[in-house]
């Protein structure tokens, strides 16, 4: 049955009921936010783990950061995405099959989760770093002369210490978090990016499906913009009691 489109008013073109196309951005918005928050939180973990690895006296480990952090910037998130879908199974199977064992598949949701969460520890990297150093170094020896244990001296006073610093940067880190998401439609995840592209060829109305995506990101944005904005707020205000 042919579903005559151009009749078809905006509410029904955007209604959640088939033929409307609703439903499928909003399934297409919901799988980019998943993997936006995990993408986000792996990166933040990274981050944090390679800012105290940059920090630290070790040389070797220093300098491997350092590649890792100058690679992923310089390298676009496309080539890494593809890498990650297509070379890096390719790469883990010819091992695996070297040992006589069976290969894996990488889907797109898990290489998606995975590129972002690379990329974002790479800049997330730089943005703890420098958020550590601007720490008030006297609270850093403090600590150390009451013999406080270094996990417990991260935990409680680097870590509260450099929220306010970080939370500007990493509140953009979130939201080219999401956008990223946008390049996975490459590898067929139908995410709010193929998911409009999907509607808009199948009714041939671009323009509509496509501001659609464009507003639902745009929504998205702004909704993470006052939630930041309240975060650092509270954290700033948080610092004033406290000093």
């Known amino acids: 049955m042919l579903i005559d489109y151009q009749s078809m008013s905006l509410w029904e073109l955007l209604a959640f009921n088939a033929p409307g196309w609703g439903g499928a951005l909003l399934s297409g918005l919901v799988l980019s936010l998943e993997i936006a928050v995990l993408g ?16 630290s006296q070790n040389l070797l480990l220093t300098d491997l950061l350092y590649c890792y ?30 040992f006589g064992l069976n290969g894996v ?5 898990f290489a998606g989760v995975l590129v972002i969460a690379f990329v974002q520890g790479a800049y997330a990297t730089e943005v703890i770093r ?3 150093a601007a720490i008030p ?26 929220i306010p610093h970080a939370l500007p940067g990493l509140s953009n880190l979130w939201l080219i978090a999401t956008k990223d998401t946008a390049l996975l439609a490459v590898v067929g995840l139908t995410e709010l990016t193929l998911a409009a592209k999907q ?28 939630l930041f904005k309240y975060l650092i707020k509270r954290t700033e205000k948080g610092q004033r009691h406290g000093s």
Do not use: C, W
């Not at 100058?70 to 010819?94: C, G, K, M, Q």
């Not at 002369?145 to 210490?161: E, Q, T």
């Open 199 to 226: 509607a808009a060829g199948a009714s041939k109305q671009q323009l509509t499906f496509l501001l659609a995506a464009g507003m639902l990101y745009l929504l998205v944005s702004l909704l993470s913009e006052v």
């Open 105 to 109: 598949e990488i889907n797109g949701f």
């Open 69 to 98: 952090t100058t690679a992923v910037r310089a390298i676009p998130e496309l080539v890494l995405i593809l890498l990650i879908y297509f070379a890096l199974p390719n790469f883990i199977n010819d091992v695996l099959y070297s």
């Open 130 to 132: 420098s958020s550590i």
């Open 137 to 162: 170094k006297g609270q850093i020896e403090a600590a150390h002369a009451f013999a406080i244990p270094k996990y417990k001296i991260l935990y409680r006073i680097v870590i509260p210490s450099m």
């Open 40 to 55: 986000y939180v792996f990166g933040l973990l990274i981050g944090l783990l390679g800012a105290i690895g940059k920090l």
